[in-house]
T-cell receptor, first 112, second 115 residues
Framework: AQSVTQPDIHITVSEGASLELRCNYSYGATPYLFWYVQSPGQGLQLLLK??????LVQGIKGFEAEFKRSQSSFNLRKPSVHWSDAAEYFCAVGADGNKLVFGAGTILRVKS | EAQVTQNPRYLITVTGKKLTVTCSQN?????MSWYRQDPGLGLRQIYYSMNVEVTDKGDVPEGYKVSRKEKRNFPLILESPSPNQTSLYFC???WGQGKSSYEQYFGPGTRLTVT
């Protein structure tokens, strides 16, 4: 069965510093991969997606992610974090039945 | 504005009192789904619907019912809520075909507390 692991429950970075959130997936074929962000009290917003092709994908709000098949990873990155990026981030993989299988999430705190 | 709406946003109820959480989308999407979010577990799918009158169980369907009588609406029904159904619930929708079906739009969430 498909699964997603986000090893870091919490991450704290300083404003202006770079960010990398880790995501590892388990899936037999070429996966469809997603990153969502959930701000406090809000729904989920799609940051970026990977279906095929170029393994470095660009998303909204200055985020990017790199698909590495050999490592079964899809890490999210941002070169310079803003205080407004503080939120919870979810990695997800597309699974049978058109569903998304989510990781447990990583809470990002930004310190000034 | 394209959106998924849910009502109510917050609900406190007692064990055994039937409730319905409504979900509606205005994007003419075929696919709709319900997820619950619990700390440390991420989101887990409860039920989904590929189109009108077509529904199927997700990973955690016990204690829930759904119906899809109209394309735009997909209500979640808890016939006899229990405290372990206290959670944050999200409705989502997408186009039903191919990889686009995975690009799901989420509602704002419904926080349910069962005492």
């Amino acid at each position: 069965a498909q699964s997603v692991t986000q090893p870091d429950i919490h991450i704290t970075v300083s404003e202006g510093a770079s960010l990398e959130l880790r995501c590892n997936y388990s899936y037999g074929a070429t996966p469809y991969l997603f990153w969502y962000v959930q701000s406090p009290g809000q729904g989920l917003q799609l940051l970026l997606k990977y279906f095929s092709g170029d393994t470095l994908v660009q998303g909204i709000k200055g985020f990017e992610a790199e698909f590495k098949r050999s490592q079964s990873s899809f890490n999210l990155r941002k070169p310079s974090v803003h205080w407004s990026d503080a939120a919870e981030y979810f990695c997800a993989v597309g699974a049978d039945g058109n569903k998304l299988v989510f990781g447990a999430g990583t809470i990002l705190r930004v310190k000034s | 504005e394209a959106q998924v709406t849910q009502n109510p946003r917050y609900l406190i109820t007692v064990t055994g009192k039937k409730l319905t959480v409504t979900c509606s989308q205005n994007m003419n999407h075929e696919y709709m789904s319900w997820y619950r979010q619990d700390p440390g577990l991420g989101l887990r799918q409860i039920y989904y619907s590929m189109n009108v009158e077509v529904t199927d169980k997700g990973d955690v369907p016990e204690g829930y019912k759904v119906s899809r009588k109209e394309k735009r609406n997909f209500p979640l029904i808890l016939e006899s809520p229990s405290p372990n159904q206290t959670s944050l619930y999200f409705c989502a929708s997408s186009w039903g075909q191919g990889k686009s079906s995975y690009e799901q739009y989420f509602g704002p969430g419904t926080r349910l507390t069962v005492t």
